[in-house]
């Protein structure tokens, strides 16, 4: 049973479209996140939500929004997508606050063409 | 401000042989450690982390690390590597607002046969 997944695995799509990536965890985890893996592979913390509420909302541009329907699923959707969002988005959850990212999803791989 | 250096982005080493992989911190109080290793096309998985419990933390895969106050130190260790152990590794200091999570920029390790 997988813990964290994300669909889809792989995206590949032109500037200026709008995309999403859905994520659910299935461990009764309360926080989940969005990280950003570049292509030198650091990562970079996006969102982060505790029971459904934002709580970590770092300088990313205003075409992120994330949205949280329940404590088990955050999505990210992106408007009008730009060469630099190439990279690859990986969603984890953590239960409680405070407390590290305890487990991860094996990423959304985003090209933009 | 917290952040973390890994001091080699590539370790190649015999399997059989023992692996380090090098990681400082800085941080302007006491912060939380971790390691997170990952698997091509994969998510990242917990290794292991320091709490301010005890300096030497032993992780899961015979892995263990040994927070130095004195070096600002919290290197990685395995006293024999294995080939399924070539993967990158990323060492994660926690910020003061709770959450927060920063990543080091990776060391690949590489296992000969």
């Known amino acids: 049973d997988t813990a964290v997944s994300q669909t889809p695995k792989y995206l590949v799509t032109q500037m200026g479209n709008d995309k999403s990536i859905k994520c659910e965890q299935n461990l009764g985890h309360d926080t989940m996140y969005w990280y950003k893996q570049d292509s030198k592979k650091f990562l970079k913390i996006m969102f982060s939500?505790?029971?459904?509420?934002?709580?970590i909302n770092e300088t990313v541009p205003n075409r992120f929004s994330p949205k949280s329907p329940d404590k088990a699923h955050l999505n990210l959707h992106i408007n009008s997508l730009e060469l630099g969002d190439s990279a690859v988005y990986f969603c984890?959850?953590?239960?409680?606050?405070?407390?590290?990212?305890?487990?991860f999803g094996d990423g959304t791989r985003l090209s933009i063409l | 401000a917290q952040s973390v250096t890994q001091l080699d982005s590539h370790v190649s080493v015999s399997e059989g042989t023992p692996v380090l992989l090098r990681c400082n911190y800085s941080?302007?109080?006491?912060?939380?450690l971790f390691w997170y290793v990952q698997h091509p096309n994969k998510g990242l998985q917990l290794l292991l982390k320091?709490?301010?419990?005890?300096?030497l933390v032993k992780g899961i895969n015979g892995f263990e690390a040994e927070f130095k106050k004195s070096e600002t130190s919290f290197h990685l260790t395995k006293p024999s590597a294995h080939m399924s152990d070539a993967a990158e590794y990323f060492c994660?200091?926690?910020?003061?607002?709770?959450?927060?999570?920063?990543f080091g920029s990776g060391t690949k390790l590489n296992v000969k046969p």
């Open positions: 984890a959850s953590s239960q409680g606050t405070g407390k590290e990212p305890q487990h």
């Open positions: 994660v200091v926690s910020g003061n607002n709770f959450n927060k999570f920063y």
């Open positions: 320091y709490t301010s419990a005890a300096t």
């Open positions: 941080s302007s109080y006491s912060p939380s």
């Open positions: 939500y505790n029971n459904k509420e934002l709580i």
